[in-house]
């Protein structure tokens, strides 16, 4: 057995001293949830959807209209989102169609097969969350839940408002 953990059984953590790094154990849950989302839509005969995908059709459901809103929401390059946006497309989950109001801009629309998709995917998540309730109790993961909200916020809440260091704050100053 090697230090790093390579040989032997458990979990397949690196073997380190004291409690498992952070974005180990976020990486561990989110393979949980996304195991059950990929069960469910193989399940269903949806193997194509690429695991980047689950997470546009889902901020598509939820209010994303362009590549844009979903750079935005997922938090990756125009260049990944217009690459993603041509397998959706190709697979039947997502149509293009011309912004009546700009025709420069083209809107993303949920397909039949896309709709489908995103109710696989909640259903997914909420059995995923039922068995996390199970393990942990309703309360725990609703603080767990309200801590990784306030964590995922780009500006967390102590930086909202500018220190008084007597600065001028960068976006006032003139060149």
């Known amino acids: 057995m090697t230090d790093d953990g390579a040989a032997g059984g458990g979990s397949g953590a690196p073997r380190e001293h ?3 790094p952070l974005p180990w154990l976020l990486r561990r849950v989110n393979q949980r949830y996304r195991d059950a989302m990929g069960a469910a839509l193989r399940g269903a005969g949806m193997a194509d959807l690429p ?3 689950f997470w546009a059709l889902v901020a598509l459901s939820r209010g994303a209209g362009d590549a844009g809103d979903l750079v935005a929401a997922m938090g990756v390059t125009k260049q ?3 690459k993603l946006l041509d397998t959706l497309v190709a697979a039947g989950f997502v149509e293009r169609r011309a912004n009546a109001g700009d025709r420069r801009r083209t809107d ?3 397909t039949g097969r896309g709709r489908r998709a995103v109710a ?3 259903g997914a998540v909420a059995a995923t969350e039922a068995r996390f309730a199970a393990e942990l109790g309703a309360g725990p993961l609703d ?3 309200a801590t990784l909200a306030t964590l995922a916020d780009p500006l967390p809440p102590r930086a909202r408002e500018p220190a008084d260091t007597g600065a001028t704050p960068h976006h006032e100053r003139t060149p």
């Open 120 to 122: 696989l995917i909640d």
């Open 51 to 53: 695991q980047p995908g």
């Open 18 to 20: 004291g409690p498992p």
């Open 108 to 110: 993303l629309v949920l």
């Open 143 to 145: 603080r767990l839940r």
């Open 80 to 82: 990944a989102v217009s």
